[in-house]
């Protein structure tokens, strides 16, 4: 860590979120350390690099997209556009019936995407920043030191600590009583989902962009990555349902196969879906919460501890978690240099 005299604030966490609010607090002139678990960052923002038809394709296994409504997040994805690293995908997705009844469309916001995977947008926003990958964070104290009143991350003094991740896991890493006063409690129920990508010499399926789909028991919407990033390849990435999910969170490989095979009755091949070149898993134990903290980030009055995510605001996306974090860094920077 950063010796005493020059103490960091500590960002544990580098999705969206986190970065966006580490990029506020070193815009501000703060000295920042972002500390992530991963091999790379991102966080629910991932993608996988997998070949096919011998050629090395980017897929997106974690969010699907993001849609714009607040005008300072327009700003930054009007950048992103300019810089090609943005594009828009669709504002029409299909919703499919498990059982009778035609396929309709759904019309909404315009869905963006990213031709590089959505990740490449979080490491745009972490340009410059003081970033340690795999380093898993154990503790995060409230600080014994009575000439440094900021709080302690794994024993070594910050000036600063955020936790930009889910409550359940903020809490694991903070003192009860600290976890209390930041109001975690009401936000520990998330729902898991499991991510299936598989990739085929050659599309079999409806012309789709992406769909929801109703009432099934294994999932829950289909995206056609391809389309989505505009390289064509003919990849979908399906996420289960929060029921399938937590039968396979101990064996995300072993859901494949029904996953496949929802996907073959839900695509109109009945008889079975072709067999893929590759097909993968990953799960994601919290992927949304049951309810979002209304608030848009917790900051405790006492010690300079916040905790900022896509589980605060009035919907669990992209967008939101974007604001989260720059609403947490804008009140922690306001705090520290006064």
Do not use: N
Not at 24 to 43: C, M, T
Not at 66 to 79: C, H, Q
Not at 114 to 134: M, Y
Not at 307 to 327: F, I, M, N, Y
């Amino acid at each position: 860590m950063t010796a005493i005299g020059a103490a960091p604030v500590v960002v544990v966490g580098a999705g969206i979120s986190g970065v966006a609010c580490a990029r506020v607090l070193a815009d501000a002139g703060l000295p920042v350390r972002v500390l992530d678990r991963g091999r790379r960052i991102g966080g629910r923002m991932a993608l996988r690099r997998e070949r096919l038809g011998g050629v090395e394709r980017v897929v997106d296994i974690g969010a699907s997209y993001f849609t714009v409504s607040d005008p300072r997040f327009a700003g930054l994805v009007e950048r992103w556009h300019a810089a090609g690293l943005a594009r828009p995908w669709t504002d029409t997705l299909t919703v499919l019936p498990t059982s009778g009844g035609e396929p309709r469309a759904a019309s909404g916001p315009v869905r963006w995407a990213a031709p590089e995977g959505l990740r490449s947008l979080v490491e745009d926003l972490a340009a410059g920043l003081d970033v340690t990958s795999e380093y898993e964070v154990e503790q995060v104290d409230e600080g014994t030191d009575a000439d440094l009143p900021g709080p302690a991350v794994d024993g070594e003094p910050a000036a600063a600590a955020v936790l930009a991740m889910p409550q359940p896991q903020a809490a694991d890493l903070l003192p009860v009583t600290l976890a209390g006063r930041l109001g975690l409690d009401a936000g520990l129920e998330w729902t898991p989902t499991l991510t299936v990508w598989a990739g085929w010499p050659r599309s079999w399926w409806p012309q789709l962009d992406g769909a929801f789909v109703e009432a099934s028991d294994v999932v829950d919407r289909v995206a056609d990555d391809g389309r989505r990033r505009g390289d064509g390849a003919p990849v979908l990435v399906v996420h289960s349902t929060p029921a399938y999910a937590q039968r396979w969170l101990d064996d995300p490989e072993g859901g494949i196969p029904g996953v496949l095979a929802e996907l073959g009755r839900l695509l109109g091949r009945p008889a079975g879906t072709p067999m893929p070149d590759f097909a993968r898993a990953r799960r994601w134990s919290l992927a949304s919460p049951v309810a979002p903290d209304p608030r848009p980030f917790a900051l405790d009055e006492q010690v300079a501890v916040g905790v900022c995510g896509d589980g605060w605001g009035p919907k669990s996306r992209v967008e939101q978690a974007w604001l989260s974090g720059t609403a947490l860094g804008e009140a922690m920077a306001a705090r520290l240099t006064r």
